[in-house]
């Protein structure tokens, strides 16, 4: 059954612009359109999530979704926000990146045959690697004036800025490749409709310039806002970079505390983008949050539908349970259920020392654990003083100076929590 894409998108302010027609267009019936995805690396980042979060409207719309893998743009680099050109990439790393992109895309977007509008993958790698450079300049090169190339903004800003390099001719014939894109998808799939962010305006215009001019029909824009953070901080990045929907380059933890950080206002702005959550029950959550902030219902609920769309149902529990570990009450036994990266990343920045397996082994006394071979505390009689009056804690339980620290109390097989008192930490390692 199809509904109105449109109209969803702008309840959830998601629609920045639309081609004069898309709308009626869209109703008509069931529609092709496509959002194209940089192949930079082996993973989406929360970045690319409106272009995908469009696609599953669009699908769940009742229409066709296609996710374009950028193999050929992506060896050229794309100007549109940009201020210097990106690494080029091999072919065999892009068709690395295509498969671990659309196994992500996997989580969204439904890519089984049996419907009719069902998700498709395609590379412009594939229509592009075979066109020569002269046959290209000659067949399309010649409907798009310079003069038109040179009025988009993306353009404009480039050659207007203070940069030395300025840009290269590779640069500028982007938005003739990316037109020729949409115009590829709409002789050969009846794509009509292309997606993408504000900023990809001038070059989804191309494309429907080029399917004007050459490919005898009416092709249709759509862009969605800029998402951008109340702060004025950027969207997805931390200090330690991008947030990606990879566990490896982001674990499951990181990526639900993003989230659950989130101010007030861009949780109620967030919560419409990036969940499927509809409209009655995420003002009565925006009414909820507003009757008591303190509880964050808001940030709870978009970490909690964001980390199971991209992760895991398991992923979350375990996200939920490493959170109250800094500050809640958890046991050793929730300790030793994290991995590595959870563990490391939860005790960012806490103080470490190395410890010998050997001292583990023969059974390591809390005096020696707390300053002698860690210099956690200061003095061996500052470390008694502590014990005497039970502020030590040992992966979260309770020592007193009898305790001895042996390979049991090990996290990982190699980590111990060290504690004094509910806020000063301390990891030994022990290697």
Not at 4 to 21: C, I, K, S, T, Y
Not at 330 to 353: R, Y
Not at 366 to 388: C, D, P, Q, V, Y
């Amino acid at each position: 059954m199809k509904t109105n894409f449109v109209a969803e998108l702008q309840w959830r302010g998601m629609l920045h612009d639309a081609m004069p027609g898309t709308e009626e267009h869209l109703m008509n019936e069931m529609q092709s359109a496509y959002v194209g995805i940089d192949p930079t690396a082996d993973s989406l980042h929360i970045g690319h999530l409106v272009g995908v979060m469009m696609l599953r409207h669009f699908q769940l719309a009742g229409h066709k979704p296609y996710a374009l893998i950028g193999g050929a743009t992506g060896m050229i680099g794309d100007p549109s926000g940009k201020s210097t050109e990106r690494n080029l990439l091999d072919e065999k790393t892009l068709r690395h990146n295509q498969d671990a992109l659309k196994a992500q895309l996997s989580r969204f977007l439904d890519f089984s045959g049996a419907a009719d509008n069902a998700a498709i993958l395609v590379n412009n790698y594939d229509w592009m690697k075979d066109f020569s450079f002269l046959e290209f300049i000659r067949d399309v090169g010649k409907h798009i004036t310079v003069n038109y190339m040179m009025a988009k903004d993306s353009v404009k800003k480039r050659l207007s800025s203070e940069a030395k390099e300025g840009m290269s001719f590779t640069e500028f014939t982007y938005q003739l490749v990316q037109g020729y894109d949409f115009l590829h998808l709409f002789k050969e799939h009846n794509c009509t409709l292309q997606m993408g962010g504000s900023d990809q305006w001038g070059n989804i215009t191309t494309g429907t310039e080029l399917i004007r001019r050459m490919g005898g029909g009416k092709g249709y824009a759509l862009t969605c806002p800029l998402i951008t953070k109340a702060d004025g901080t950027k969207f997805g990045k931390t200090e330690g970079g991008n947030v990606w929907l990879d566990a490896e380059r982001t674990s499951p933890y990181k990526f639900y505390q993003y989230w659950l950080n989130t101010s007030d206002e861009d949780a109620e702005k967030y919560i419409k983008i990036f969940t499927f959550i509809g409209k009655e029950e995420i003002e009565a959550l925006v009414a909820e949050h507003k009757e008591a902030p303190h509880l964050r219902v808001l940030q709870k609920r978009l970490a909690d539908e964001i980390t199971v769309m991209v992760h895991s149902q398991e992923e979350l529990d375990n996200a939920v349970e490493a959170s109250g570990i800094l500050f809640g009450k958890s046991t050793a036994a929730s300790l030793k259920k994290l991995n590595e990266k959870t563990f490391l990343d939860i005790f960012e920045g806490v103080p470490q020392a190395e410890v010998a397996m050997a001292d583990v082994e023969e059974g390591l006394d809390m005096i020696g654990a707390l300053a002698a071979k860690t210099n956690f505390l200061g003095s061996n009689g500052e470390a008694r003083r502590e014990l005497k009056q039970n502020s030590i804690s040992v992966n979260k339980e309770k020592v007193k100076e009898d305790y001895i620290i042996t390979k049991e109390d090990l996290i990982n097989d190699k980590f111990v929590l060290l504690q004094r008192g509910k806020k000063n930490y301390f990891v030994v390692v022990v290697v």
